[in-house]
């Protein structure tokens, strides 16, 4: 009954399903691995202290910046140049932006800080003024913004001396000297300043690197483990269901019960033979005009006698 199984057709079917089902299996076990890295990055970062509470550690002791050193107290030794203010950035549910200066350090390279935020808007703002000279700052340390960050505007567009995004690939086209691949936040003892919208700067927190936390990014791949099981179950599924739908046909020939199209069918044959079968008896009875021994012979004979 299941020798159907082999026929072209079917062997067809057959490796779509080999095929289809252990990569929606493999793709939802990849998925579901992806889901329990973050839920053991978030432990783990559950179980260590607060970043920002260990010992200040030298900047280039930290790089690159990892999900281990992110948020780490950093200290570098440099001279303050460009300013650049950060619009579109919310604390505490609050609009306002970032106030961040490059820091020159004795390498040649600088390192953006963000001193501070303040509330409102950039146009006509009064931001406070840098510390001259050489300083010392220790911040914690955050990795470069990307598309993904919170806060960040990548459409581009904004008004000299504002950029979108806290990055060494975006500050790197404006300033004429290279930029840490990393940038700083400082804590809230140094992020004060005299005047500006709002009053004195408020420090900004750092943020938990990305991956680390159980976020909308994690229960989406959870989500996707399920929907590749589930196309897994449905592949297997429908192979079974034609399986059954081609074995029922099969006997059904077998048993000689004939679906009712073919039986239309075979009467729409029976009944034409039998018209062509009438046909050919009507033309054996008739008799042509000009047959030797037909009617017409007979007619003339009766005229001669």
């Known amino acids: 009954m299941y020798r159907f199984l082999l026929t072209p057709r079917w062997w067809g079917i057959n490796l779509f399903v080999v095929l289809a089902i252990p990569f929606c299996v493999f793709m939802g076990t990849w998925q579901l691995g992806r889901f329990e890295d973050r839920v053991q990055s978030h432990e783990q970062a559950e179980r260590q202290p607060d970043p920002s509470t260990r010992a200040a550690e030298p900047l280039d002791e930290l790089l690159p910046v990892d999900k281990v050193t992110s948020g780490r107290p950093a200290v570098v030794t440099g001279t303050y140049g460009d300013q650049f203010l950060v619009p579109g950035r919310e604390l505490e549910d609050r609009e306002g932006f970032y106030v961040l200066n490059l820091l020159r350090t004795d390498s040649g390279k600088a390192l953006p800080v963000v001193r501070g935020w303040l509330p409102g808007s950039t146009s006509g703002v009064r931001v406070p003024a840098a510390p001259e000279g050489e300083v010392t700052v220790t911040g914690d340390l955050q990795a470069s913004e990307n598309i993904n960050s919170d806060g960040v505007n990548a459409r581009g567009g904004l008004p000299s001396g504002q950029i979108g995004m806290i990055s060494a690939a975006t500050l790197v086209n404006l300033v004429p000297y290279d930029v840490y691949d990393a940038w700083v936040t400082l804590p809230e003892g140094e992020a004060g300043g005299a005047g500006g919208a709002g009053g004195s700067m408020e420090p900004v927190p750092a ?68 018209t062509a079968g009438a046909g050919e008896k009507a033309a054996s009875t008739a008799d042509p005009a000009g047959a030797p021994g037909g009617t017409a012979a007979k007619s003339r004979e009766t005229t001669e006698a």
């Open 207 to 274: 943020a938990a690197p990305q991956g680390s936390g159980l976020d909308l990014k994690a229960f989406q791949n959870l989500g996707y483990t399920g929907e590749w099981f589930v196309f897994a179950a449905f592949v297997l599924f429908m192979w079974f269901r034609l399986v059954r739908r081609e074995a029922e046909s099969v006997r059904d020939v077998a048993l000689g019960l004939v679906p009712e199209a073919t039986e239309r069918a075979e009467g729409a044959e029976g009944s034409a033979e039998t």
